[in-house]
Nanobody, 121 residues
Framework: QVQLVESGGGLVQAGGSLRLSCVAS????????MGWYRQVPGKQRELVLV???????NSADSVKGRFTISRDSAKNTVFLQMNSLKPEDTAVYYC???????????????WGQGTQVTVSS
């Protein structure tokens, strides 16, 4: 079973910074894309930043220039550095990974349990 465990959420004032971490554990062969989504009550989960195993990234326009993503593939870990936080960044942030546990089955999407980020004005 694959598990994604996030850490680093919390309460911060507008303009501040937070760093989220997510580590994947379990039995698997390969992790492709890995990154972050977020969700607020009553809205769909949305992409924040995702990085592929080859280093390319997909990001939401709203976080460009403020958030950065990095991966430590050797440790199956992904980080989200969030700077210049705004109240509208308040959400539950979910770690995401496309994981291959069996090459015959292929890649499946896995999610962490979520970590709350609250930005006060």
């Amino acid at each position: 079973q694959v598990q994604l465990v996030e850490s680093g959420g919390g309460l911060v004032q507008a303009g501040g910074s937070l760093r989220l971490s997510c580590v994947a554990s379990g039995k698997f062969s390969y992790i492709g894309s890995m990154g972050w989504y977020r969700q607020v009550p009553g809205k769909q989960r949305e992409l924040v930043l995702v990085r592929t195993s080859r280093g390319s990234t997909n990001s939401a326009d709203s976080v460009k220039g403020r958030f950065t993503i990095s991966r430590d593939s050797a440790k199956n870990t992904v980080f989200l550095q969030m700077n210049s936080l705004k109240p509208e960044d308040t959400a539950v942030y979910y770690c995401y990974a496309a994981v291959t546990t069996d090459w015959l089955i292929g890649s499946r999407d896995y999610w962490g349990q979520g970590t709350q980020v609250t930005v006060s004005s």
